[in-house]
T-cell receptor, first 109, second 114 residues
Framework: GQNIDQPTEMTATEGAIVQINCTYQ??????LFWYQQHAGEAPTFLSY????GLEEKGRFSSFLSRSKGYSYLLLKELQMKDSASYLC??????????FGGGTRLMVKP | KAGVTQTPRYLIKTRGQQVTLSCSPI?????VSWYQQTPGQGLQFLFE???????NKGNFPGRFSGRQFSNSRSEMNVSTLELGDSALYLC?????????????FGPGTRLTVL
């Protein structure tokens, strides 16, 4: 089976850095995706990690440790528009993504 | 390149009715996956189609079915609607079934069952 755990809610201040953690258990691991979803909208792709280490993409970075079943998404220089849900989604063998419940991030001025 | 499109965007049905939702993937994408999103359960995988064949299936009852056409467009059907089927239905397309392929989501169809 598959199990994904990430915090339900986080609050951070504009301009700060926030780290959203995700632990997972999955069979036939084939990479891990992070998606951003604003309220009432579809998820949009942020990052993909298949090898251990850090992937940096502008203000967003994502880290993966396959041996620990652990990933995090790092958001720097937070902006108000970053207020959204962040979804951790490991992919198993084939094309099946399993989504965690998401972390709702609120950015305050 | 146009993104994933879904029709209709909003739908209201009553219990017992059936509904068909449509998804057109990004041009060149051959894999289409369907998800149900509710506040209580989050995003749950329904099924995935590739080259007109169902490749994966989630844990949903047989009332939920789908198909894919030769042009990669996909439809999903829900029969004998229940109140609990009220949800946002999202489809996502990717190039193939390779592990590295990213899934891109459409805007979703918001289904309300009364």
């Amino acid at each position: 089976g598959q199990n994904i755990d990430q915090p339900t809610e986080m609050t951070a201040t504009e301009g700060a850095i926030v780290q959203i953690n995700c632990t997972y258990q999955t069979s036939g691991f084939n990479g891990l995706f992070w998606y951003q979803q604003h309220a009432g909208e579809a998820p949009t792709f942020l990052s993909y990690n298949v090898l251990d280490g850090l992937e940096e993409k502008g203000r967003f970075s994502s880290f993966l440790s396959r041996s620990k079943g652990y990933s995090y998404l790092l958001l720097k220089e937070l902006q108000m528009k970053d207020s959204a849900s962040y979804l951790c989604a490991p992919k198993n063998a084939g094309n099946m993504l399993t989504f965690g419940g998401g972390t709702r991030l609120m950015v305050k001025p | 390149k146009a993104g994933v499109t879904q029709t209709p965007r909003y739908l209201i049905k009553t219990r017992g009715q059936q509904v068909t939702l449509s998804c057109s993937p990004i041009s060149g994408h051959r894999s289409v996956s369907w998800y149900q999103q509710t506040p209580g359960q989050g995003l749950q995988f329904l099924f995935e189609y590739f080259s007109e064949t169902q490749r994966n299936k989630g844990n949903f009852p047989g009332r939920f079915s789908g198909r894919q056409f030769s042009n990669s467009r996909s439809e999903m059907n829900v029969s004998t609607l229940e109140l609990g089927d009220s949800a946002l239905y999202l489809c996502a397309s990717s190039l193939s079934t390779s592990g590295t392929d990213t899934q891109y989501f459409g805007p979703g169809t918001r289904l309300t069952v009364l």
